[in-house]
C-alpha cells in the first residue's frame, strides 16, 4: 500500500492533522491507522461514558461523516510496528504502507507501577485511558455488580474515573502518593476543597501520602490490597491512574531522536525529513519553562496536530509553544489551572491568593509577568488569564486588579485589549 | 467561509447597555422585550459581557476567531463552527460542562450555568436574524457589523440583499 500521508494514531493529535492536511491538500492519499476498532472519539469522555450520563454514540467528536469529508482512510486495529526511514515505509500487523509524509501521534501509555504480587492475568485490574478500558471496566462492574473500587492515582484521569464510578454507585478510594489531589496541577488549598467536596457529596475516601504495596487474588480475581501504611482494602476492582508515558516504542530501533517523548521543532518536524510527530508521545516547547517538555493534555495535541497537517501538506504553521492548562468539573466544583501553580524557587515568584470555604484563586507572577494560576469554585472569564500568560502581558500596571470579582479585559493595557476587540481574531 | 463580525468602537460607547437589552429580548422566547423582562423564568442570559469603569465602557462579545480554540479544545463537538456562515456556534445538547472553552478563551466571553453544569450563552451574531440585534439597536455605532474582510455592513443595505 502507497499514500501520501500517513497519520499512525486517531485521537486528537490524529484528527488535527487530517483537518490541517485537508485545509491546503484536498486530494492526496491519506491513511489512518489506529490500533482501536472504533471510530475518533473523545478520550476525556469515557468517564462520563461509565458513568452512564452519555452513550458510547455520542462520544464521536467529529461526526460519522468526518472521514468521508476528509477523504481519509482508517485502517482499525492495525498495529504500527515498525518505521523504515529511508525506504518511507510503516510495518503493521496488516502490511506495509509506504507514504511520503508521515505522522505520529501514538498517544501515552499508562504507567505500570510494580506492586508486589501484580501479574496481567489477575482479573478486576484495569487502567483508564480508552474506549476499550471504559467497556471492559463497564462490563466487570455489572457482571460482578461490584459496590466498591479502589483508584490508585489522584491525578487527571484518577478523578475522572473516580467521578465515572461515584455515578455508577460504588463507593470509592482513591489512593494517591503526594499530599494532594491533582498533584501536577493543584496545591494543598485547593485539593482540601474538593476532598472536602468528594467526602460531603459522594461515597468517597481519598487516603493521600500512600500507595498499594501488596495485591492478594483469589480464584484468579483481585480481592484485596494492602497499602504501604498497613491498611488493607478489600475489593475486586482496581484501577491504576498513576500516569501516562509518550508511547514510543515504535521510534526505539530508529534514527527517530526522542527524550521521554519524540523530539519536534517548531514545524513538528522530528530529526528525519518527512516524519512529524504531534500530541501526548511529542516532546515540543514549553512556553513557560523555554525548553522541550512532553505536555499531555487535549489543547496541545490538538495544536500540534494541526500545524503539522499543515507543514506536512506544503503550508507553514509555527507552533509557539504552549505550557500546562487543565479544565474539570470535580465533586461539584469546576476548576482551571494554568502554567506553574506550586513554584519550587519561592523566592523568584509572587503569590496572590483569595480563599474562602467555596472558591478558591490564586495567580503566581514571576518578573511582572502571570506564569500560573488556579481557578476553583468560579472560573468566569478564567480564559483572559491564559491570554495573559500567552502573551506575557506586563501585569503591573493592573495587579490591584487580578483577584477582582469582575476582572475583565476593560483593565487590561489599551493596545493589547484592542489587539484583542478590534475583531481581528484571536491567534492562537 | 469567514463570519461577519462585530467591531466594538469603545471611544463611542455611552454604557446604555441597550446591546444587553436587545441580545436577551432576541434570545428570549418570546422575542418581545416587554414580554421578555417580566416573565422572569424564560429571561436568557446576554451573550454579551459589558464592562464599565468610569467613562470608558463597551460591549464584547465572542469574536467569531478564524483560528477558534474554544472549538479546537471542545471535548464534545458542542463548540462547533458553523458551516454555512462561518460563525462559531454552541450546541447545548452536547455540553458535557467540562469548560475547557472558558480556560481556552482569552477574552473570557463564554457564560457558564453553574447549576446545570453548562454553557449558558454565548454570541451566535443572532444566527437566525438577519442583523445582530445588539449592533441595530447601538444608539451611538458603537458595535458595528463587518464582513469577512473587514468592511462595514450597514443595516439597510443588508436588509436589501
Same mark, same amino acid.
Given at each position: 500500500?502507497?499514500?501520501?500521508? @500517513?497519520?499512525?494514531?486517531?485521537?486528537?493529535?490524529?484528527?488535527?492533522?487530517? /483537518?490541517?492536511?485537508?485545509?491546503?491538500?484536498?486530494?492526496?492519499?491519506?491513511?489512518?491507522?489506529?490500533?482501536?476498532?472504533?471510530?475518533?472519539?473523545?478520550?476525556?469522555?469515557?468517564?462520563?461514558?461509565?458513568?452512564?450520563?452519555?452513550?458510547?454514540?455520542?462520544?464521536?467528536?467529529?461526526?460519522?461523516?468526518?472521514?468521508?469529508?476528509?477523504?481519509?482512510?482508517?485502517?482499525?486495529?492495525?498495529? &504500527?510496528?515498525?518505521?523504515?526511514? +529511508?525506504?518511507?515505509?510503516?510495518?503493521?500487523?496488516?502490511? +506495509?504502507?509506504?507514504?511520503?509524509?508521515?505522522?505520529?501521534?501514538?498517544?501515552?501509555?499508562? $504507567?505500570?507501577?510494580?506492586?508486589?504480587?501484580?501479574?496481567? *492475568?489477575?482479573?478486576?485490574?484495569?487502567?483508564?485511558?480508552?474506549?476499550?478500558?471504559?467497556?471492559?471496566?463497564?462490563?466487570?462492574? /455489572?457482571?460482578?455488580?461490584?459496590?466498591?473500587?479502589?483508584?490508585?492515582?489522584?491525578?487527571?484521569?484518577?478523578?475522572?474515573?473516580?467521578?465515572?464510578?461515584?455515578?455508577?454507585?460504588?463507593?470509592?478510594?482513591?489512593?494517591?502518593?503526594?499530599?494532594?489531589?491533582?498533584?501536577?496541577?493543584?496545591?494543598?488549598?485547593?485539593?482540601?476543597?474538593?476532598?472536602?467536596?468528594?467526602?460531603?457529596?459522594?461515597?468517597?475516601?481519598?487516603?493521600?501520602?500512600?500507595?498499594?504495596?501488596?495485591?492478594?487474588?483469589?480464584?484468579?480475581?483481585?480481592?484485596? =490490597?494492602?497499602?504501604?501504611?498497613?491498611?488493607?482494602?478489600?475489593?475486586?476492582?482496581?484501577?491504576?491512574?498513576?500516569?501516562?508515558?509518550?508511547?514510543?516504542?515504535?521510534?526505539?530501533?530508529?534514527?527517530?531522536?526522542?527524550?521521554?517523548?519524540?523530539?519536534?521543532?517548531?514545524?513538528?518536524?522530528?530529526?528525519?525529513?518527512?516524519?512529524? &510527530? %504531534?500530541?501526548?508521545? %511529542?516532546?515540543?516547547?514549553?512556553?513557560?519553562?523555554?525548553?522541550?517538555?512532553?505536555? %499531555?493534555?487535549?489543547?496541545?495535541?490538538?495544536?500540534?496536530?494541526?500545524?503539522?497537517?499543515?507543514?506536512?501538506?506544503?503550508?507553514?504553521?509555527?507552533?509557539?509553544?504552549?505550557?500546562?492548562?487543565?479544565?474539570? *468539573?470535580?465533586?461539584?466544583?469546576?476548576?482551571?489551572?494554568?502554567?506553574?501553580? #506550586?513554584?519550587?524557587?519561592?523566592?523568584?515568584?509572587?503569590?496572590?491568593?483569595?480563599?474562602?470555604?467555596?472558591?478558591?484563586?490564586?495567580?503566581?507572577?514571576?518578573?511582572?509577568?502571570?506564569?500560573?494560576?488556579?481557578?476553583?469554585?468560579?472560573?468566569?472569564?478564567?480564559?483572559?488569564?491564559?491570554?495573559?500568560?500567552?502573551?506575557?502581558?506586563?501585569?503591573?500596571?493592573?495587579?490591584?486588579?487580578?483577584?477582582?470579582?469582575?476582572?475583565?479585559? @476593560?483593565?487590561?493595557?489599551?493596545?493589547?485589549?484592542?489587539?484583542?476587540?478590534?475583531?481581528?481574531?484571536?491567534?492562537? | 467561509?469567514?463570519?461577519?463580525?462585530?467591531?466594538?468602537? /469603545?471611544?463611542?460607547?455611552?454604557?446604555?447597555?441597550?446591546?444587553?437589552?436587545?441580545?436577551?429580548?432576541?434570545?428570549?422566547?418570546?422575542?418581545?422585550? =416587554?414580554?421578555?423582562?417580566?416573565?422572569?423564568?424564560?429571561?436568557?442570559?446576554?451573550?454579551?459581557?459589558? +464592562?464599565?469603569?468610569?467613562?470608558?465602557?463597551? &460591549?464584547?462579545?465572542?469574536?467569531?476567531?478564524?483560528?477558534?480554540?474554544?472549538?479546537?479544545?471542545?471535548?464534545?463537538?458542542?463548540?462547533?463552527?458553523?458551516?454555512?456562515?462561518?460563525?462559531?456556534?454552541? #450546541?447545548?445538547?452536547?455540553? $458535557?460542562?467540562?469548560?475547557?472553552?472558558?480556560?481556552?478563551?482569552?477574552?473570557?466571553?463564554?457564560?457558564? *450555568?453553574?447549576?446545570?453544569?453548562?454553557?449558558?450563552?454565548?454570541?451566535?451574531?443572532?444566527?437566525?436574524? +438577519?442583523?445582530?440585534?445588539?449592533?441595530?439597536?447601538?444608539?451611538?455605532?458603537?458595535?458595528?457589523?463587518?464582513?469577512?474582510?473587514?468592511?462595514?455592513?450597514?443595516?439597510?443595505?443588508?436588509?436589501?440583499?
Amino acid at each position: 500500500m502507497k499514500t501520501d500521508y @500517513l497519520i499512525i494514531g486517531n485521537s486528537v493529535a490524529g484528527i488535527n492533522c487530517i /483537518e490541517g492536511i485537508r485545509g491546503i491538500d484536498r486530494k492526496g492519499g491519506l491513511i489512518v491507522i489506529s490500533e482501536e476498532d472504533c471510530p475518533d472519539y473523545s478520550r476525556p469522555l469515557i468517564s462520563y461514558y461509565l458513568g452512564g450520563r452519555i452513550e458510547e454514540k455520542s462520544l464521536s467528536l467529529k461526526g460519522n461523516d468526518f472521514y468521508n469529508e476528509n477523504n481519509a482512510d482508517v485502517l482499525y486495529e492495525t498495529v &504500527a510496528l515498525g518505521i523504515d526511514v +529511508e525506504k518511507r515505509k510503516v510495518f503493521t500487523n496488516k502490511g +506495509e504502507i509506504e507514504f511520503n509524509k508521515l505522522l505520529i501521534a501514538t498517544g501515552g501509555k499508562p $504507567v505500570m507501577p510494580e506492586i508486589e504480587g501484580y501479574s496481567e *492475568d489477575i482479573k478486576g485490574i484495569f487502567t483508564f485511558t480508552s474506549l476499550s478500558d471504559a467497556r471492559k471496566l463497564k462490563n466487570y462492574i /455489572e457482571e460482578r455488580k461490584c459496590r466498591e473500587g479502589v483508584i490508585l492515582g489522584g491525578g487527571l484521569i484518577g478523578l475522572k474515573c473516580a467521578e465515572g464510578l461515584i455515578d455508577k454507585g460504588l463507593k470509592v478510594y482513591i489512593i494517591e502518593m503526594a499530599d494532594r489531589l491533582l498533584s501536577m496541577t493543584l496545591d494543598r488549598d485547593a485539593s482540601e476543597i474538593i476532598e472536602k467536596g468528594l467526602k460531603e457529596r459522594s461515597d468517597c475516601k481519598v487516603l493521600k501520602g500512600d500507595t498499594i504495596k501488596r495485591i492478594d487474588y483469589k480464584n484468579g480475581v483481585i480481592f484485596r =490490597i494492602s497499602l504501604m501504611s498497613g491498611r488493607e482494602i478489600e475489593t475486586e476492582l482496581l484501577v491504576i491512574a498513576v500516569g501516562v508515558r509518550p508511547n514510543i516504542a515504535l521510534v526505539k530501533e530508529t534514527p527517530v531522536k526522542y527524550n521521554r517523548g519524540i523530539l519536534v521543532d517548531k514545524h513538528m518536524r522530528t530529526n528525519i525529513p518527512d516524519i512529524y &510527530a %504531534a500530541g501526548d508521545v %511529542a516532546e515540543g516547547k514549553d512556553m513557560l519553562m523555554d525548553r522541550n517538555t512532553v505536555i %499531555a493534555i487535549w489543547p496541545v495535541a490538538a495544536r500540534q496536530g494541526k500545524i503539522a497537517g499543515i507543514n506536512m501538506a506544503g503550508g507553514s504553521a509555527i507552533y509557539n509553544g504552549l505550557f500546562p492548562m487543565n479544565a474539570v *468539573d470535580i465533586a461539584g466544583y469546576p476548576v482551571i489551572s494554568f502554567g506553574i501553580t #506550586n513554584p519550587v524557587d519561592v523566592d523568584k515568584y509572587e503569590i496572590m491568593v483569595k480563599k474562602d470555604e467555596e472558591e478558591y484563586k490564586k495567580i503566581v507572577i514571576r518578573d511582572n509577568r502571570i506564569v500560573g494560576c488556579i481557578f476553583l469554585g468560579k472560573i468566569d472569564r478564567s480564559g483572559i488569564f491564559q491570554g495573559l500568560i500567552r502573551h506575557k502581558v506586563d501585569i503591573s500596571r493592573f495587579k490591584d486588579s487580578l483577584l477582582d470579582d469582575d476582572f475583565g479585559l @476593560l483593565v487590561l493595557p489599551a493596545e493589547y485589549r484592542k489587539h484583542m476587540v478590534r475583531g481581528e481574531g484571536v491567534e492562537v | 467561509m469567514k463570519p461577519k463580525r462585530i467591531l466594538i468602537r /469603545e471611544e463611542y460607547c455611552i454604557g446604555c447597555r441597550l446591546c444587553e437589552v436587545f441580545c436577551i429580548t432576541q434570545h428570549s422566547p418570546s422575542k418581545d422585550i =416587554i414580554r421578555t423582562y417580566r416573565e422572569k423564568d424564560t429571561k436568557p442570559v446576554s451573550g454579551i459581557y459589558f +464592562e464599565e469603569k468610569g467613562a470608558l465602557s463597551f &460591549a464584547i462579545q465572542c469574536r467569531h476567531c478564524d483560528e477558534a480554540p474554544c472549538v479546537e479544545n471542545c471535548l464534545t463537538g458542542a463548540m462547533h463552527r458553523d458551516k454555512e456562515t462561518g460563525n462559531v456556534l454552541h #450546541n447545548k445538547d452536547r455540553c $458535557v460542562g467540562c469548560w475547557m472553552c472558558v480556560m481556552s478563551c482569552p477574552l473570557g466571553v463564554i457564560k457558564i *450555568d453553574y447549576k446545570e453544569k453548562k454553557v449558558v450563552s454565548k454570541c451566535d451574531l443572532c444566527i437566525d436574524r +438577519e442583523f445582530p440585534a445588539c449592533v441595530e439597536h447601538c444608539p451611538n455605532e458603537a458595535i458595528i457589523l463587518v464582513d469577512g474582510k473587514g468592511e462595514r455592513i450597514e443595516k439597510e443595505k443588508e436588509l436589501k440583499k
